[in-house]
């Protein structure tokens, strides 16, 4: 595989391992999204509704009948195949790096520790280049791989069912908090959306170290298609325990960001999440992180705030914030990384 062999940097604390036999997590919702089709109110409410409910007792849900063709899922996956089963120095070709943090990455780090896993990322709209670059400043330039007949456009035309999709589950949020559809599009204009395709080699010690250590979303909405390995857990609300989210066939795990928990005042939350790996069998998934432009500010919306509900955060520039988290996953940091919660008003 790509090169990663065991060593320190990837070993968790003790109290972030992952538990040998792990419980599946009963009770997630299943939405099923047809109603979407027929656009009838009642059915778009019911539905909105069920995205409403699991996105305060949850943060995260399933949804099948999405619409996304089979065919488009299945070139986009041997895409994702093919490329990280090229030789080692073909993947080094189309590397990131600090300045430019598209394109083939094995060295990324949550909560500064090392993940057990190699990925590329491409952004759908790449922004203009700047005419100068300032120190600090990132450059969105996808790095597309040369001799890997069909891989552009099959993560193109993945990338455009993904964006159907991830507005379609927007106003479903929305709707859900009591707002008119489109209420949300306007932070989407020049966004800042990108998709990773991550791979999970085999570990030879899966009991030490894990495929993405305990996080949770940073941006709007994640839709995630994940194989029929399983490795995604999700830390559940009732108990504080890590549940296994078992894959469900021709389905997406939608994860609420951060960004949602802030514009509904805290009446959503995001879910924390991470990803287990094991000694024998390696996994795929792709996370479709959707973002609002970088000049988005974040705030809670106006409609969740309240003389009884008062505004739970400060505002934040969400360009500034991705930078930083960018960078923070580039290399290990001596501190923790910026999250929404340094920007609550209650904060000590």
């Known amino acids: 595989m790509g090169g990663l062999s065991m060593d320190q940097a990837f070993v968790q604390a003790p109290e972030h391992r992952t538990k040998a036999n792990l419980a599946d997590a009963a009770g997630i919702p299943v939405i099923d999204l047809s109603p979407l089709a027929a656009g009838d109110k009642a059915g778009l409410d019911a539905l909105a509704a069920e995205v409403g409910r699991a996105s305060r007792d949850w943060g995260f849900f399933v ?3 999405h619409g996304v063709p089979a065919e488009t899922v299945a070139r986009a996956l041997e895409a994702q195949r093919a490329f990280f089963a090229l030789p080692a120095d073909r993947k ?5 790096d600090e300045a430019a943090p598209l394109g083939y990455y094995e060295s990324e780090h949550t909560k500064n520790v090392r993940d057990w896993k190699e990925v590329f990322d491409l952004v759908p709209r790449e922004p203009p280049p700047p005419a100068a670059v300032a120190d600090g400043e990132l450059v969105f330039e996808n790095k597309w791989p040369e001799d890997l007949p069909g891989f552009r456009e099959a993560l193109e035309e993945y990338e455009k069912a993904m964006e159907e999709l991830a507005f379609k589950l927007l106003e479903l949020i929305a709707r859900s ?5 489109d209420r949300l599009h306007g932070f989407f204009k020049d966004q800042t959306t990108f998709i990773r395709l991550n791979h999970y080699p085999p570990c030879p010690s899966p009991d030490l170290a894990l495929g993405v250590g305990r996080h949770k979303d940073a941006g709007a909405l994640t839709i995630l298609y994940q194989d029929d390995v399983g490795g995604l857990d999700v830390r559940r609300r ?6 296994r989210v078992r894959p469900v066939p021709d389905s997406y795990v939608i994860n609420v960001g951060d960004i949602i928990q802030v514009w509904s005042n805290d009446r959503y939350e995001s879910a924390e999440h991470r990803v287990s790996v094991n000694s024998h069998k390696e996994r795929f ?4 992180f959707f973002n609002p432009g970088s000049d988005a500010m974040i705030e809670p919306l106006e409609e969740m705030v309240s003389d009884e509900r008062p505004a739970r955060y400060d505002a934040y520039n969400w360009g500034n914030f991705f930078s930083t988290r960018k960078n923070s996953n580039f290399r290990k940091l001596a501190v923790e990384n910026v999250q929404i919660a340094h920007f609550r008003k209650d904060r000590p």
Do not use: F, H, I, T
């Not at 908090?177 to 559809?181: I, K, M, Q």
């Not at 998934?285 to 479709?288: A, E, F, N, V």
């Open 238 to 243: 009732s108990d504080g325990e890590w549940v």
């Open 63 to 65: 949804v099948v009948r």
């Open 285 to 288: 998934s792709m996370p479709y």
């Open 177 to 181: 908090l009591g707002l008119r559809p």
């Open 92 to 96: 080094a070709a189309v590397r990131r």
